[in-house]
């Protein structure tokens, strides 16, 4: 089973920047999909973000098109999520995820590994 670990969630003023890693049991990075989703009380978990680490363009939610940013270093076997002009709406806690199989895209299904969630919190 893959293990995600997050960091870099924090509490930021609207238009601020934060980034968010997410470090991946050995063998991850370059052989899953992996990416972000969101989620606040009372609502579903977001798919914000997601590609192939072998290789991939990310695809990004709508509503972050433009301000963020997904990366990755293998060597580090780490993922990364650099978020700017944040906005009190992105105000979630993210989760790193990945799977093995199955298209990169941003539907929750099929996304078998999560981490613990980082929460950021973006005031206005």
């Known amino acids: 089973q893959v293990q995600l670990v997050e960091s870099g969630g924090g509490s930021v003023q609207a238009g601020g920047s934060l980034r968010l890693s997410c470090v991946a049991s050995?063998?991850?990075?370059?052989?899953?999909?992996m990416g972000w989703f969101r989620q606040t009380p009372g609502k579903e978990r977001e798919g914000v973000a997601s590609f192939y680490t072998g290789g991939g363009a990310p695809a990004y939610a709508d509503s972050v098109k433009g301000r963020f940013t997904l990366s990755g270093d293998k060597v580090k076997s780490t993922l990364y999520l650099q978020m700017n002009n944040l906005k009190p709406e992105d105000t979630a806690t993210y989760y790193c995820?990945?799977?093995?199989?199955?298209?990169?895209?941003?539907?929750?299904?099929?996304?078998?590994?999560w981490g613990q969630g980082t929460q950021v919190t973006v005031s206005s």
């Open positions: 050995t063998g991850t990075y370059g052989t899953h999909c």
């Open positions: 995820v990945a799977k093995f199989r199955g298209d990169c895209n941003l539907l929750l299904a099929g996304y078998t590994d």
